[in-house]
């Protein structure tokens, strides 16, 4: 059984950093590119920075290049997010997800988990 478990988040100023987290269970992680998305009330699910298995190639949307990192450590089966310079606008559930493949990077693959809730102040 597929288990996408998100955490890590808060509530964090305008500018600070916060990294989440993606801990993965139920499938083999080092064989899938993983994205995380996010989402805000009444808006669809965004999606926000793409990794290939290994790490080699990472992809940001604009709205969070040069401020994001995506990693991942598959011996832990886990992903993570690392974002910094924050600003209100980050503010969002954030979700993590296999998906098709690289140029398919925001069709998930599972159910999604309940996500981690970042909440940036002005």
């Known amino acids: 059984q597929v288990q996408l478990v998100e955490s890590g988040g808060g509530l964090v100023q305008s500018g600070g950093s916060l990294r989440v987290s993606c801990a993965t269970s139920g499938f083999a992680l080092e064989e899938y590119v993983m994205s995380w998305f996010r989402q805000v009330p009444g808006k669809e699910r965004e999606l926000v920075a793409t990794i290939t298995p290994y790490g080699t190639k990472t992809i940001y949307s604009e709205s969070v290049k040069g401020r994001f990192i995506i990693s991942r450590d598959n011996s832990k089966n886990t992903v993570y997010l690392q974002m910094n310079s924050l600003s209100p606008n980050d503010t969002a559930v954030y979700y993590c997800?296999?998906?098709?493949?690289?140029?398919?990077?925001?069709?998930?693959?599972?159910?999604w988990g309940q996500g981690t809730q970042v909440t940036v102040s002005s």
């Open positions: 997800n296999a998906v098709a493949s690289l140029f398919r990077r925001g069709s998930a693959l599972w159910s």
